[in-house]
C-alpha cells in the first residue's frame, strides 16, 4: 500500500506532495501517521493535520501532541457513539499545558474541577466508566448532587452516583479525553461543509495514473517505492510547470493593461 501527504491550505496558489510512504497492505493507517508526522513536522512547519477515520490511535494521538499538531478527521473510526445517550464528547474539557485536564463542564453548564483518580483505564468506550484494573490512572470529576436531580438529562447522562458520597461522579481516562476531542474537531469540520482532504483523493489517482491500468508493474518495497516517489516527483514538476505558466499569463496580462 501506498500513503500520501501533500499540502491542502486553500490560501496557498499551488499545493504538492510532501510525502511519500509505502508499506505493507496490513500495516494500519494511524502507523504510517506516527513514522512520517516527525519529518513533516520539520521539513514543513505542520499545524493541522487532515485525515480520514482511519488515522487515529493513542500513539497517533501522543505525536500529535507532542509535536503540536491538530488533527481533524473527516469521520472517526470505530463504534459510533449512542446520539440517545450523552457521550463524553458533548462535554467541553479544558487542557492545561501538559494536556492534563482541569475545568469540565456538562451539557447543561455546571463546571467542576477534575481530579487524579484511584480508577485506572480499561478498554471501557467513550462515556462509560472506566473499570479497575492496571494501567495508566484515570480521571475523576464530581457534580453537585442537587444539580445533577434537577437536570432534564440526568436519564442520559454518564454519571453515576456514590454510595457514600451523593454527588454525582464522571470518571475517564487520557485515551476517551483524546477520542472525544477528535470527535468534537470532526464534527466541527462536517458543519462547515469544506472536506480539505478529499482533493488527495485525486493526487493519488495522477500518481498512479502513468502506470498501465493504474497498477504498478514490480514487486517489493524498494521497487515499489522508487516508482511510487518518482511519479510523485512528476506530479509536483507538473504542478509547479502549470502554476509558473499561470502566474507569466497573469503577468504578462497586467502588464497589458498598464501600457492600456
Known amino acids: 500500500m501506498a500513503n500520501l501527504t501533500e499540502t ?19 500495516t494500519d493507517d494511524a502507523e ?13 512547519d505542520l499545524d493541522t493535520l487532515y485525515t480520514d477515520g482511519g488515522y487515529g490511535s493513542s500513539d497517533a494521538d501522543n505525536i ?20 440517545e445517550k450523552i457521550n463524553l464528547s458533548d462535554f467541553t474539557i479544558k487542557l492545561a499545558e501538559t494536556k492534563k485536564p482541569t475545568p469540565i ?11 487524579p483518580s484511584s480508577q485506572r483505564e480499561s478498554n471501557a468506550e467513550e462515556g462509560i466508566f472506566p473499570n ?9 470529576a464530581h457534580f453537585e448532587d442537587n444539580l445533577c436531580l434537577a437536570c432534564p438529562l440526568l436519564p442520559k447522562c454518564p454519571v453515576q452516583r456514590g454510595k457514600r458520597d451523593l454527588r454525582f461522579h464522571l470518571r475517564f481516562d487520557q485515551k476517551q479525553i483524546n477520542m472525544s476531542e477528535r470527535r468534537q474537531r470532526s464534527l466541527i469540520h462536517q458543519e462547515e461543509g469544506r472536506n480539505l482532504r478529499a482533493a488527495v483523493e485525486a493526487t493519488v489517482r495522477q500518481v498512479k495514473h502513468p502506470f498501465p491500468a493504474s497498477k504498478l508493474p514490480g514487486r517489493g518495497k524498494f521497487r515499489v517505492s522508487c516508482m511510487m516517489i518518482g511519479s510523485a516527483m512528476i506530479t509536483n ?8 505558466e499561470a502566474k507569466t499569463e497573469l503577468e504578462i496580462e497586467q502588464m497589458k493593461l498598464q501600457k492600456e
Open 8 to 26: 491542502c491550505d486553500p490560501e496557498n496558489p499551488l499545493q504538492l506532495v510532501t510525502k511519500v510512504q509505502v508499506a505493507t497492505n496490513h
Open 32 to 44: 504510517l501517521l506516527v513514522e512520517a508526522l516527525p519529518n513533516l513536522k520539520e521539513w514543513t
Open 64 to 83: 500529535l501532541q507532542t509535536n503540536h499538531v491538530e488533527q481533524i478527521q473527516t469521520a472517526i473510526g470505530g463504534r459510533i457513539p449512542n446520539n
Open 105 to 115: 463542564t456538562c451539557p447543561q453548564g455546571q463546571s467542576t474541577a477534575v481530579h
Open 132 to 140: 479497575n484494573g492496571a494501567g495508566k490512572k484515570a480521571y475523576v
Open 237 to 244: 514538476v507538473r504542478r509547479i510547470q502549470r502554476y509558473l
